[in-house]
């Protein structure tokens, strides 16, 4: 475990040097791996906990006293502005990219209250340490497609937001505070507005890997049926690697601005679970039962991606879209049930990506 003393004394002058808040959790873990392959140094902020949550970068960590180490792990907490303002400080770097949040929607109902604090309030902490200190550092906030709520799709950067969940009135809230940070102090504040993006190392309670992990798990005979929600909400489902590449792209402008990010196609949960089972010669609805726990509250029914400025600005145009996304997803999680994957899946990888930045699913 590489975790960096909160002093400057080893820090040197460095013009490549991020940090990312959120560096252990999906999104995280990929944009370390992909700004390492471009060489930089990269400095994540991650919690203390009592099990090790340090499994999606495990493959990349090395000992700090291992010369050319370029990645370096700082305990902190995004409540805590104190030691927020200290990791700063003492990093200095040319860029922040904002990933850290209470993420999970359902959940966000729950706990309403740390949701703001975590998604929202905490965006402000940190504006506020640049807006004091340092007005050169290029700041990227993770919004959300889930701003948008009931807006009708597709939706781009002009469409209203009518969030739709406590984690989506906490990230209109950051969003708007970035907006205000860049218009009136001047700081390059962004909004990536990215519509949901999946992967291997999706976290296990939302819809898409919930689905991919149940069907190895019933493949190797471990699981026996899935329980989910509403099916018939509309999302637009993107490859996570290439999401992160959009992030570090959208902190390339002249300008800071603000970009939508998705695939442009909209597909149901149901038809992502009924994709996935066939993928592996099965019908769904032999193995599905409906649990009314996992409905929401409100429900955000359709999001679609209209990309139309970021294709146009920095030619965003993504390589994997949903029977792609989903083939992928399955054979990874084939293999972490230690069953043979079909291969399908590794093979689109392996095609389309052939110099790959990310070295393990
Ligand atoms: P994720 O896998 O849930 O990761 C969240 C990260 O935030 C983890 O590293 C987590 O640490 C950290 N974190 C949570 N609470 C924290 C706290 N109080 N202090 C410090 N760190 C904390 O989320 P993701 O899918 O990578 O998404 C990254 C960001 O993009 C999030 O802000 C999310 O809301 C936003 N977003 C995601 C999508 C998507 O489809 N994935 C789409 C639009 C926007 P632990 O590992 O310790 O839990
Ligand atoms: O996978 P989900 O939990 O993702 P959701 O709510 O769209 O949010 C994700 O994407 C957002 C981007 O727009 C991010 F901002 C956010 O941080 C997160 O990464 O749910 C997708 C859909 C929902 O309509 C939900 O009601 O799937 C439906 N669903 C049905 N059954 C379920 C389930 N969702 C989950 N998590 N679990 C179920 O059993």
């Not at 860029?95 to 999970?104: D, V």
């Not at 984690?167 to 009136?184: D, H, I, P, Q, W």
């Not at 001047?186 to 992967?199: D, K, M, Y």
Request: hydrophobic share 35%; aromatic share 12%.
């Amino acid at each position: 475990m590489t975790i960096e003393q909160n002093d400057d004394s080893e820090m040197e002058v460095n013009n490549n040097r991020a940090l990312i808040t959120g560096i252990t959790g999906q999104d995280g873990s990929y944009l370390a791996e992909y700004l390492l392959s471009l060489g930089y140094e990269v400095h994540g902020i991650i919690r203390r906990a009592s099990t090790f949550n340090t499994s999606r970068i495990d493959h990349i960590l090395t000992d700090p006293h291992t010369p050319g180490t370029r990645l370096f792990l700082h305990y902190g907490d995004l409540a805590d502005s104190e030691q927020l303002s200290n990791i700063i400080y003492n990093v200095q770097p040319q860029e922040i990219y904002h990933l850290a949040a209470q993420s999970h929607v359902r959940v966000s109902f729950d706990i309403p209250e740390y949701t703001g604090n975590i998604s929202g309030l905490a965006t402000t902490r940190i504006l506020e340490m640049l807006r004091r200190s340092s007005r050169t550092i290029r700041f990227y906030q993770a919004s959300s497609s889930e701003l948008f709520g009931s807006s009708s799709p597709p939706q781009n950067e002009k469409t209203s937001f009518r969030p739709r969940s406590p984690y989506a009135c906490a990230k209109a809230y950051a969003f708007s505070m970035t907006v205000n940070y860049r218009e009136g102090y001047h700081l390059f504040a962004t909004n990536g507005i990215l519509f949901n993006h999946e992967s291997p190392r999706r976290g296990e309670i939302f819809v898409t890997r919930k689905i991919t992990q149940a069907l190895a798990r019933i493949l190797a005979k471990k699981q026996e049926k899935i329980y989910l929600g509403n099916l018939e909400a509309k999302r637009d489902w993107g490859f996570a690697p290439e999401y992160v590449e959009a992030m570090w792209k959208i902190l390339r402008n002249d300008e800071p601005q603000d970009f939508v990010i998705g695939t442009g196609q909209g597909h149901t949960v149901r038809e992502f679970l009924e994709s996935a089972f066939s993928y592996a010669g099965l019908d769904y609805e032999e193995y599905l039962e409906v649990d009314p726990r996992y409905f929401r509250p409100t429900e955000v029914d359709v999001v679609i991606a209209d990309c139309t400025k970021a294709r146009t600005k920095f030619g965003w145009n993504p390589k994997i879209q949903f029977d792609d996304l989903i083939k992928i997803m399955v054979d990874a999680d084939m293999r972490a049930s230690r069953l043979r994957p079909i291969g399908e899946g590794d093979e689109i990888i392996r095609k389309k990506f052939p110099d790959r930045w990310w070295k393990v699913d």
